[in-house]
């Protein structure tokens, strides 16, 4: 079956650059995404990139794609505390109404 | 943008019973919702596709009488634990899939806590 891995851990300090990198098997995969989950909470949407990008860009955020190499990264440019939380990014083969496998989660703390 | 509740937040409950989880599209209507389980510090894994007007899709490994689930309207679907045991005890999160802003995007429910004494 799929297969989605990530770095469990990342630490970096207050308006550095946090670069969350995300490694998955389908080959199949169609949309890529990445969500973020603060502490207790549900997750929410971050971006998303469809398999036929490289790269796209959404304010302090940059998703970078290797389709050859099934790497995915995303990139938080000056990293704020208020960013300190759980990064999971996700695959699907059809998009919206299928559903989603996760990988196994970054941890993101952001230091003073 | 488009919300999507749970209820209860949290819940504790003695082993040998039953509980029931509540999810619900506010704002829109979802013919399929997501159930997810996600133990501490681990990844959220799909559990069961939830279909209003059919029996829900379990994933392989998951009871389905353990697990029920009923898609009872448009925007409703409850999962229940029945007979829950300590094992059973983690965080478990609804999803339904929506394009209200044009993207491609699933919208999550803030989770249920499930702790079995």
């Known amino acids: 079956g799929e297969d989605v891995e990530q770095s469990l851990f990342l630490s970096v300090r207050e308006g550095d650059s946090s670069v969350i990198n995300c490694t998955y098997t389908d080959s199949s995969s169609t949309y890529l995404y990445w969500y973020k989950q603060e502490p207790g909470a549900g997750l929410q949407l971050l971006t998303y990139i469809f398999s036929n990008m490289d790269m796209k860009q959404d304010q302090r955020l940059t998703v970078l794609l290797n389709k050859k190499d099934k790497h995915l990264s995303l990139r938080i440019a000056d990293t704020q505390t208020g960013d300190s939380a759980i990064y999971f990014c996700?695959?699907?083969?059809?998009?919206?109404?299928?559903?989603?496998?996760f990988g196994t989660g970054t941890r993101l703390q952001v230091t003073l | 943008g488009a919300v999507v509740s749970q209820h209860p937040s949290w819940v504790i409950c003695k082993s040998g019973t039953s509980v029931k989880i509540e999810c619900r599209s506010l704002d829109f209507q979802a013919t399929t919702m997501f159930w997810y389980r996600q133990f501490p510090k681990q990844s959220l894994m799909l559990m069961a596709t939830?279909?209003?007007?059919?029996?829900?899709?379990?994933e392989q490994g998951v009871e389905k009488d353990k697990f029920l689930i009923n898609h009872a309207s448009l925007t409703l679907s409850t999962l229940t634990v029945t007979s829950a045991h300590p094992e059973d005890s983690s965080f478990y999160i609804c999803?339904?899939?929506?394009?209200?802003?044009?993207?491609?995007?699933?919208?999550f429910g803030p989770g249920t806590r499930l702790t079995v004494l």
């Open positions: 996700a695959e699907s083969p059809t998009g919206t109404a299928s559903k989603l496998t």
């Open positions: 999803s339904a899939p929506g394009e209200p802003s044009g993207k491609n995007e699933q919208f």
């Open positions: 939830s279909n209003e007007g059919s029996k829900a899709t379990y």
